[in-house]
């Protein structure tokens, strides 16, 4: 029996991992909300913008920190033409546009393994990203930079 139970999980996780990525409360309410396809759309992707704004701004806040709780010359070297923050900053903006085009590359495979028609893609996508976006916004909160 718990080698049955086992299998099953192995098999059934990787199904719930995609479901979870592309399912979530603003899809539903958008849908229950409104009466037609297309306003449940627009709803939707509004909501995406409003989630990617928030996102943009933490980053920007988190940039500023950065800068502010980093201002010591990069490696300890009193020579060095950057502070430890320049670097930082660098390569944290780095990562930031590699994560986007992460989340981007990511939702888009999600709602392709859907298998759904092609003009439910969208809402799919768009809850991926906003899925997405809040848990990125709890990594970002999880690099301990103090408040400014």
Known sequence: MNKLLVLLGIFIFPLTVQAELSIGQERDTCFKKNKDIPSAYN?????????NKKLDTLISETVKR???NNVGPFNGKDDSKE???DVYNRRFLQAQKSWKDYRSQLCLSIATELDE?????????DQCQINLNKNHANEISQMGLPPN
């Open 117 to 125: 028609d092609s003009y439910d893609y969208q809402s799919y996508i």
């Open 43 to 51: 709803c939707l992707s509004a909501k995406k913008e409003v989630s």
């Open 83 to 85: 502070t430890a923050g």
């Open 66 to 68: 950065i800068k502010a």
